[in-house]
């Protein structure tokens, strides 16, 4: 079966803690994206990744960080600097495309409480 | 940033009705998305309709394009049950070079047996 992976599906912080999602995808895609969403509300962009060993901040960076040291993992680290957590955190994955914005296949999702 | 605005952010209808979702942007594009949110789910793709395109149509969806008054909207005919979720249109933004989406606040849409 082919698509986009991540894990946990629940996952609690304590207050000062570090977390890492997992993203994995066996699309053979080039790029991916990491959203958070708040309850009602759209996605916002985290990172994203064009390439292996390459990534760019979005428009909510700050208190997260992002490896891609291969092509079908992106793991994203929650940080104790992110105040506000608890969200819903969505990784896309999709081809990359210069000119035309390409259709982007996303996991189920991970939720994350801080307790 | 958000490009897209979705119009209204809730809709209620009976099945069978058609539900109409709109969706604003500000800048231009090279084209424009409709997705798909169950309850606690990742998004799911509906359709894509490029900036040189009016309008599209899959099976019981039909989306239009205003490019200059920077506008889609997602029609949903014939209504089901199982057509409650989330719709959000995306756009797309050439900053830094690489594209990437843009998503709006989406509308949540119920459709009552």
């Known amino acids: 079966d082919g698509g986009i992976t991540q894990s946990p599906k629940y996952l609690f912080r304590k207050e000062g803690q570090n977390v890492t999602l997992s993203c994995e995808q066996n699309?053979?895609?080039?790029?991916m994206y990491w959203y958070r969403q708040d309850p009602g509300q759209g996605l916002r962009l985290i990172y994203y990744?064009?390439?292996?060993?390459?990534?760019q901040k979005g428009d909510i960076a700050e208190g997260y960080s992002v490896s891609r040291e291969k092509k079908e993992s992106f793991p994203l680290t929650v940080t104790s600097a992110q105040k506000n957590p608890t969200a819903f955190y969505l990784c896309a994955s999709s081809i990359v495309h210069r000119k035309v914005s390409p259709e982007a296949f996303f996991g189920q999702g991970t939720r994350l409480t801080v307790v | 940033s958000q490009q897209g605005e979705e119009d209204p952010q809730a809709l209620s209808i009976q099945e069978g009705e058609n539900a109409t979702m709109n969706c604003s942007y500000k800048t231009s594009i090279n084209n424009l998305q409709w997705y798909r949110q169950n309850s606690g789910r990742g998004l799911v793709h509906l359709i894509l309709i490029r900036s040189n395109e009016r309008e599209k149509h899959s099976g019981r969806l039909r989306v239009t394009l205003d490019t200059s008054k920077k506008s889609s909207s997602l029609l949903i005919t014939a209504s089901r049950a199982a057509d409650t979720a989330s719709y959000f249109c995306?756009?797309?933004?050439?900053?830094?070079?690489?594209?990437?989406?843009?998503f709006g606040a989406g509308t949540r849409l119920a459709v009552h047996p």
């Open positions: 990744s064009q390439i292996v060993n390459d990534f």
């Open positions: 995306a756009t797309d933004s050439s900053e830094g070079g690489y594209n990437k989406l843009i």
């Open positions: 699309l053979n895609h080039d790029a």
